[in-house]
């Protein structure tokens, strides 16, 4: 039976609605006054559904699409210019885009770089065909060049090299029998007699030389040796030291030379470090032990520099040493001859063993050797000061105690050869 409104008088309310159809009156008692209703139905809204609808308005709010959109509102913006912006970049975008396209093109009607260029079964250097800097007249060039130079090749394989930038080009006729080393901007020419230096197209000097050795890509110094001596060449501006060496190492971006009566740092690239220096371990793990002075080297007074040339420290007479190795080296305490002490890069003391002998760290152990029951026997130590590998190993008699690239050593377990590796597993012969 349909409801009508005290109010109004509008007789067509549903049986089930709580309020007026027409004026929105209430149909109830005051009871109801304040309720929430379906404003299709016209049906007071329960106090479950009531809840569900809070719970998803305050979802709304938290959310971080409507705190975005609160915030755009706030903004004043003039939405008209913003289109305008957006055409705006649209169409440079547009331009830009039309000109890579255009200046792509272009380019490739250009010379792009030097490249071997074959024609007529001989080979040249140039752009193209149309753009030759070196003739083709060779049976064979390299295909690359470094520092500008390409190895030439006769019609009788004999070698020669050719400097090819811009309009530059110097070259060697090809009269070698090889060309043994080939970076640094700079070649090494081979003959019958001996081998001979070049940069840019030009030899170094008239010499014959029986080795050259350079730190390969690193740098622009070359060792030359002729005649039992060796002598130092910075190719960047074509001098060489007044000093004859000995020997060299290169290692970890420096060089080390021994001349008569002193040793001598470099940089690769010829820079001196530390000149003068008496004597001098070899280079290891990126650090060097040196004595300063000839009394230095007389009381075993050692000084620690890294390989950029920078004293670290210097230690009291009576210290004996080791080689560093995985960041780690050691020193012998001058007073007590069994104590040996662990240090780091910074001479910074980690730990310290007791024993008869250390070596330098190889794959993360090093050697230490301990008398056991009157017998010096070797075990292996971690780079936290603990022995993983017993103290029960006679080293070998030869060659260094290190571990190969296998990660074995060569060493005797009561009497019998084999090889034992970093795991402590060992294996006889």
Known sequence: MAKTCPKCKFQNNPDDAHFCGSCGASLYSSIYRWTVVDMYG??????????RLRDIEKKYNSSPWKRMADWVKKIDIDWEWVQIICALTLGIGFIVFCLFFMLKGCSENEPAALRRVHIDGKYGVGYDKEHMLLNAEYADISGTAIGDQWVTTDAQGKKGVAYVSDSIVNRISPAFSDVDRYGNSAAVVVSDTGKRLVYKGQFVDDKTYKDISSPGDLGLTFVLQIDGKSELVNMSNWTKTDQKYWWWQWADGALRMRRQDATDLYTYDGRPLLPGIYQTSEIADSMIWAYPTKQDWTQNKPTLYNTKGKMVKSFPKGTHNRNFGNGIGWIQDATNKSKWIAIDRNANELFTFYG??????????????????GKVKMGMIDTKGAIVIPCKYTKSSYGKITFDRDSTMEVTLDGVKGRLHHNGTFKPL
Request: aromatic content about 10%; charged content about 20%; hydrophobic content about 30%.
């Open 356 to 373: 008869e002998n250390v070596k330098p760290y190889t794959k993360g152990l090093a050697p230490v050797f301990k008398n056991m029951s």
């Open 42 to 51: 016209y049906s007071r809204v329960s106090t479950s559904e009531l809840q």
